[in-house]
C-alpha cells in the first residue's frame, strides 16, 4: 500500500477557516465547519486514476487567524485538520473508465474568539470534533491517452462526526457529485476539481443556535448547496512541484432556517425538552 502525506498552507488552506466562519449572508448555517474542506485537493491530479491497488493519504490543513464574515463577521477563528484518505484503485473498467473508490474520516479543531476582543492571549472558545465520514463507492476516471484525464463521482457525508451542541461538525446529510479534468503529462499537473454539496436539514446541534433560546432556528435548518473549484497549475522540476494553485466557492442557492417540526410557536417550541424537539424532528422526515 502505497502512502503520502501533504501540508497545505494558509494561503492555499484559507478555506479552511472559511468553511465555518461563512462567505455571505446566505451562507451556511452559522458556526457550521460545512462538509468539504475547500483546497484539500490542490496539488493533486484529482482526474487521473492510479494503478491498481490501496493507496493512503493524509492532507494537513492549517489556517491562522482568519476573519469572520457574513453571519459571522464578528468572530476570528484559527483552525488545524488531519484529513485522512484510503483510496482503492479496483482495476476494473465501467464505461471505458477506471473504477476507484475512497472513504474519509477527517479531524479537526477550531478555536474561536471575538473579532473585538483585546489580545492576544485571546479569550475564545476550541471546539475539537471528528468531522464527518466521506464515503466515496463511485468515481470513474477516463484516460484519453494524449495527457488528459476527465473524472466524475459521488460522495456521501454520513453525518456521524461529533455531537454535541454548539459543535462544528454538520449533523446532516450531504451528497456530493464530483468532476475533475486534468492535465497529466511533461512534468505538468493542470487539474480543475468542481465540488458540488447539496446539503440536507441539521438536526439542531451543529452551529450557534443549539443550546439557546434560537434553538428552533437550528433545527431543521438547511444550508444552501455549495460548489467549490479546486485549481491546480504546477509544474515538476526535479524534486521540485511549483506553480499557482487556488480555489473558488460560491453559493447556488439560499439557506433555510429551521422548520423541521411545526411547534404551535416558539415560545411552546422552547419549553420542550431539546430531545423531544429532535424526535419530533426526526419523526417529520
Known amino acids: 500500500m502505497a502512502t503520502f502525506t501533504r501540508t497545505v498552507g494558509y494561503y492555499a488552506a484559507a478555506c479552511f477557516g472559511g468553511a465555518m466562519l461563512t462567505s455571505s449572508v446566505a451562507a451556511l448555517e ?3 465547519f460545512g462538509q468539504y474542506f475547500r483546497g484539500v ?3 493533486d491530479p484529482v482526474a487521473v486514476a492510479p494503478p491498481a491497488g490501496l493507496y493512503f493519504e493524509n492532507v494537513t490543513l492549517y489556517a491562522p487567524h482568519v476573519s469572520g464574515h457574513g453571519q459571522v463577521a464578528a468572530v476570528n477563528a484559527s483552525a488545524t485538520a488531519e484529513i485522512p484518505v484510503l483510496i482503492w484503485s479496483t482495476g476494473w473498467k465501467f464505461l471505458d473508465a477506471a473504477v476507484v473508490m475512497f472513504i474519509t474520516k477527517p479531524y479537526f479543531e477550531v478555536t474561536a474568539w471575538s473579532s473585538a476582543a483585546a489580545g492576544p492571549p485571546f479569550a475564545s472558545t476550541h471546539f475539537p470534533a471528528w468531522h464527518n465520514t466521506g464515503l466515496n463507492p463511485l468515481t470513474l476516471s477516463w ?3 494524449n495527457g488528459w484525464f476527465a473524472s466524475a463521482g459521488l460522495t456521501l457525508r454520513i453525518p456521524n462526526g461529533s455531537r454535541y451542541n454548539n459543535t462544528p461538525t454538520p449533523d446532516c446529510w450531504t451528497f456530493e457529485p464530483t468532476a475533475a ?7 505538468w499537473d493542470l487539474t480543475a476539481h468542481l465540488v458540488y454539496d447539496i446539503n440536507r436539514a441539521s438536526a439542531g446541534y451543529t452551529g ?3 443550546g ?4 428552533a432556528f437550528g433545527i431543521g435548518y438547511r444550508s444552501g448547496d455549495q460548489a467549490i473549484l479546486d485549481l491546480t497549475a504546477t509544474k515538476t522540476f526535479g524534486k521540485w512541484e511549483i506553480g499557482p494553485v487556488g480555489y473558488i466557492h460560491w453559493q447556488p442557492t439560499s439557506d433555510h432556517p429551521g422548520s423541521g417540526y411545526l411547534p404551535r410557536s416558539i415560545q411552546t417550541a422552547l419549553q420542550q425538552d431539546p430531545r423531544d ?3 419530533q424532528f426526526r419523526k417529520s422526515l
Open 143 to 145: 484516460n484519453f491517452n
Open 212 to 215: 439557546t433560546p434560537a434553538v
Open 181 to 187: 479534468i486534468t492535465y497529466f503529462a511533461d512534468g
Open 277 to 279: 424537539r429532535r424526535e
Open 208 to 210: 450557534a443556535f443549539a
Open 41 to 43: 485537493t490542490i496539488g
Open 30 to 32: 452559522p458556526g457550521d
